[in-house]
């Protein structure tokens, strides 16, 4: 007979175990297909570590919860593991910028304040403030011009007012600047 420790390690070992071709674990199946209470009792069973686990693809189950805008998967997760916020998709998008772009409104308010920002680089914040404003969810995240901050106190305004490098500034010079400028004014008029 099987010792009932031996079963539970059993039990859990398979719960981590890869399936298919690109290393995809059955919570990242049950995450995609959106099964709240399986993930939940799947949870469980995983040490901390095992939720920062990227399939053959480089993604972790964390982003298909993200994609799958179920927030109570995410969540499950996140109690588990308050790292997964800053972890990068293969597409090297944070979950909070994948849940914009995929105009997963409910996903966006969870993320948005479970993600840290200090963590996030210039040109995340960049990124994720001009995510909002192509997906039109600029409603969801009102306060994200004021609370989104390099570290340094700036935030996203501050950061659109520094003036561009010497190297970008001798793009477009003279008559050719002069024209563009017309144009953009001439397109805004009409």
């Not at 007979?1 to 919570?27: F, K, Q």
């Not at 399939?55 to 189950?61: G, P, S």
């Not at 298909?64 to 179920?70: E, I, K, Q, R, Y």
């Not at 597409?91 to 994948?98: D, F, N, Y």
């Amino acid at each position: 007979m099987v010792s009932p420790e031996l079963a539970e390690e059993e039990v859990d070992t398979l719960y981590r175990a890869a399936l298919r071709e690109r290393g995809d674990t059955i919570l990242r199946i049950a995450a995609t297909a959106k099964q709240t209470s399986l993930v939940h009792n799947l949870v469980k069973h995983f040490e901390k570590s095992d939720l920062e686990l990227l399939n053959d693809e480089k993604n972790t189950a964390f982003c298909f919860a993200t994609v799958s805008g179920v927030v109570a998967i995410a969540k499950v997760m996140y109690e588990k593991n308050n790292n997964l916020p800053t972890i990068q998709s293969s597409l090297e998008k944070t979950p909070l910028e994948m849940a914009i772009l995929l105009r997963k409104r409910k996903m966006v308010e969870y993320l948005y304040p479970i993600t840290p920002r200090k963590d996030l680089k210039p040109e995340e914040i960049r990124d994720v403030f001009l995510a909002t404003i192509h997906a039109d969810m600029y409603g969801a995240n009102k306060d994200l011009i004021t609370l989104l901050d390099n570290g340094k106190k700036n935030n996203i305004m501050h950061l659109a007012g520094e003036i561009a490098p010497p190297s970008r500034l001798t793009i477009v010079t003279g008559a050719a600047l002069q024209m563009q400028r017309e144009l953009l004014w001439f397109k805004v008029r009409n």
